[in-house]
């Protein structure tokens, strides 16, 4: 099984984090990642077909990094350029995350990965 190592030690941010994805994981598979969740759990489907495992080191620095304030910050940036009728959930969501509650940025994007069969994580 292939695998790919993503150094979360130097992670403050989620731009930290797609940095640290992008040298780790997508431009292994010839990608550049932009930091659109959507085309994250795209990228995780490459190469198609193929078990993989992505190892996340200093999973709990990054953890920390990514809580509620880092998905505050997140849903605000794309409060105005989300579809309108998306606009509701959104309020909703950063309202709950400024009250530190709900989804963090972290917990969502290992659901990303999660939803996907033929990759594993492993926090370290």
Known sequence: MKTFTIDGRGVRSFD???????????QQISGKWNGNLDAF????????DEEYEIQLVHAAECARSLE?????TWLR???????PSNVPDI???LAQAEAGQGQTLFDILKEIIAD?????????
């Open 116 to 124: 996907n069969p033929h990759v594993r994580l492993v926090l370290l």
């Open 91 to 93: 309020q909703s969501r």
């Open 68 to 72: 509620h304030a880092a998905q505050a």
């Open 77 to 83: 940036q794309h409060l105005g350029t989300c579809h």
């Open 16 to 26: 930290d984090f797609v940095e640290a994805t992008n040298v780790g994981f997508i």
């Open 41 to 48: 759990n795209d990228y995780l489907s490459w190469p198609e």
